[in-house]
């Protein structure tokens, strides 16, 4: 079964420090990985995804990933976070005919 | 381009009414899906539609349905509701790829209808 695990509830970062939220993925054949980010009382905002290619995917707002297949992992980064980079974030994989199915989500909180 | 809008934002209903809603997609997108947005089960995918048609359902009971319009415009009703049906319901629209590549593709999410079931 397609799957994606977020092993964190919470990340907690000063602001100017990098961060880093984990994603682990249990994929049959080729994964297909995204991530998004939401904001209270918002929808979902996609940051940027995996398809093949690259290890190291650059999507939005600085945000990056990097795709290791050896550790099945999918890590959301960023250098410098924000104040504003503060936010529910999720990793999801692609399970077919626009299925999302999507990790327990991570709340990053970055302090000043 | 407009993003995906959904109608209404928000709901209050009583166990046992039954509710629409509505999702306009991104100008030029045909598949539509959405997803149930709970505190205990997380984000769950209920359907995909694409040309009209059910192309892909999740787990859920038959009181979940949906439809889809010619003009790419989706809606789901929920019947006979239940108070665990209170949650955000999603709606994301993506351009309908074919084959293959239809797994790649971005879906983009709207904001979202918070329905209360009292």
């Known amino acids: 079964a397609q799957s994606v695990a977020q092993p964190e509830d919470q990340v907690n970062v000063a602001e100017g420090n990098p961060l880093t939220v984990k994603c682990t993925y249990s994929v049959s054949g080729n994964p297909y990985l995204f991530w998004y980010v939401q904001y209270p009382n918002r929808g979902l905002q996609f940051l940027l995804k995996y398809i093949t290619g690259d290890n190291l995917v650059k999507g939005s707002y600085g945000f990056e990933a990097e795709f290791n297949k050896s550790q099945t992992s999918f890590h959301l980064k960023k250098p410098s976070a924000l104040v504003s980079d503060s936010a529910l974030y999720f990793c999801a994989v692609s399970r077919g005919f626009q299925k999302l199915v999507f990790g327990t989500g991570t709340r990053l909180l970055v302090s000043p | 381009k407009a993003g995906v809008t959904q109608t209404p934002r928000y709901l209050i209903k009583t166990r046992g009414q039954q509710v629409t809603l509505s999702c306009s997609p991104i100008?030029?997108?045909?598949?539509v899906s959405w997803y149930q947005q709970t505190p205990g089960q997380g984000l769950q995918f209920l359907f995909e539609?694409?040309?009209?048609?059910?192309?892909n359902k999740g787990n859920f009971p038959g009181r979940f349905s949906g439809r889809q319009f010619s003009n790419s415009r989706s809606e789901m009703n929920v019947s006979t509701l239940e108070l665990g049906d209170s949650a955000l319901y999603l709606c994301?629209?993506?351009?309908?790829?074919?084959?293959?590549?239809?797994?790649?593709?971005?879906?983009?999410f709207g904001p979202g209808t918070r329905l209360l079931v009292l």
């Open positions: 539609y694409f040309s009209e048609t059910q192309r």
């Open positions: 994301a629209s993506s351009l309908g790829l074919a084959g293959g590549q239809r797994d790649q593709e971005t879906q983009y």
């Open positions: 100008s030029g997108h045909r598949s």
